[in-house]
């Protein structure tokens, strides 16, 4: 069975139920899921708009990091069963959600970890860049350095 259950980028609004439903498992006694949301301001500006890019490798890499988290579980007595993930592209609107990831395990700890791992994973080592256009007239890409 692969641990791996939902993984994508999408144009789309991204559904909770879907990716939560993604890691449903009989072996799971807790599962963890994080959502990921646009907010108003950042760095005490205020956001007015806000894109996502991503490189064409993006959705690969997101899987790789996925298996990763899920690898490096494997050989403990409480290895993560599942794990999903969905990330928003194009074009998003305040309060839209941008990202959902879940991980599913024997116990609640190692959902947790395994699910703060993922999105924090994902955010440093997956190929997706986020522009943001500020109510000053400002703008920044961030993610692209």
Do not use: N
């Not at 646009?38 to 890499?61: I, K, M, N, T």
């Not at 069963?81 to 990202?99: K, M, N, P, S, Y």
């Not at 116990?107 to 109510?135: G, N, Y």
């Amino acid at each position: 069975m692969d641990a791996i259950t939902l993984v994508g980028l999408r144009e789309t609004p991204l559904s909770i139920d879907e990716v939560v439903s993604a890691v449903g498992d009989p072996r799971a006694g807790g599962t963890a899921f994080f959502v990921g949301t646009v907010r108003d301001h950042d760095h005490g500006r205020d956001v007015v708009r806000l894109s996502y890019s991503a490189h064409p490798s993006a959705e690969s890499e997101m899987r790789r990091v996925m298996e990763k988290v899920v690898a490096d579980t494997a050989g403990h007595s409480r290895p993560v069963c599942r794990v999903a993930a969905l990330h928003r592209v194009g074009e998003l609107r305040i309060g839209d959600t941008a990202v959902v990831v879940a991980a599913a395990a024997g116990h609640r700890d190692e959902a947790f970890a395994a699910c703060r791992r993922l999105i924090d994973d994902i955010k440093a080592e997956v190929p997706i860049w986020k522009h943001q256009e500020f109510s000053d007239g400002g703008a920044e890409w961030v993610g692209a350095e």
